[in-house]
């Protein structure tokens, strides 16, 4: 049995000295603390009222106001999708309104749109703010971006989205974003970067649509 008179050890005399220190700190500062604790609780609870009644509310606002809109561009009605039919919202006011809380899609319909109505530097504007997760859409975002800056005559843009489409692709729609990078090789007067694509074509995709008539591309080059 250990001798009730026994001295403690350093590590006991370090451990007492460190909770004499805290208990003292906690004398001297325990009103300052205590503040700050209810600053703390205080901005927790109104993140989560914002949460609540803000960022909520407008999200579910913001994919009402989109449901028509998407009905107008499935539809093929772009312009009506974009600007609204008078009592719903169109793509345009729907971003001005509510941003990303309408869903990061909201700008990919605005940007094909736009696309489709051969407004290409609003295309352009929209489709680059796309930041959608999914790759197969993420690759079409970036075909369609290319598209775009096809439209504007930027063919060394329109060249870099496409390659991105290619590598985030990586499946049978790719052989359709190596199909308008050859064109636009061709434009840009690189056609033995453009055969490059095309050879790729029948070599990856043999089976996908563009593959089947790749060799009048590949020919028409050959005969220049």
Request: proline share 1%; glycine share 8%; net charge neutral.
């Amino acid at each position: 049995m250990a001798s009730k008179n026994q001295k403690p050890t350093e590590n006991q005399q370090a451990v007492g000295q460190a909770v004499s220190g805290t208990e003292e700190f906690l004398k001297k500062n325990g009103k300052l603390l205590g503040w700050i604790a209810i600053g703390i609780l205080a901005v927790v609870a109104i993140c989560l009222a914002v949460s609540t009644w803000v960022i909520k509310p407008a999200k579910a606002a913001a994919l009402d106001d989109s449901y028509a809109a998407e009905n107008y561009f499935a539809a093929g009605d772009y312009q009506t999708a974009l600007e609204g039919d008078g009592s719903s919202l169109g793509f345009r006011d729907i971003i001005n309104q509510y941003g990303a809380k309408a869903g990061k899609a909201v700008y990919m319909y605005a940007g094909v749109s736009e696309l489709q109505l051969k407004n290409y530097e609003e295309a352009i504007k929209y489709l680059k703010k796309y930041k959608g997760k999914d790759d197969i859409l993420a690759a079409r975002a970036l075909s369609c971006l290319g598209d775009a800056y096809c439209g504007t005559g930027d063919y060394n843009a329109a060249l870099a989205a496409y390659n991105k489409a290619i590598k985030k692709a990586d499946n049978q729609f790719a052989a359709a974003y190596m199909l308008k990078a050859g064109i636009t090789c061709e434009e840009l007067g690189n056609t033995a970067k453009a055969v490059e694509y095309y050879e790729a074509i029948k070599d990856k995709y043999p089976q996908s649509l563009e593959a089947y008539d790749i060799d009048k591309y590949i020919a028409r080059i050959n005969i220049q």
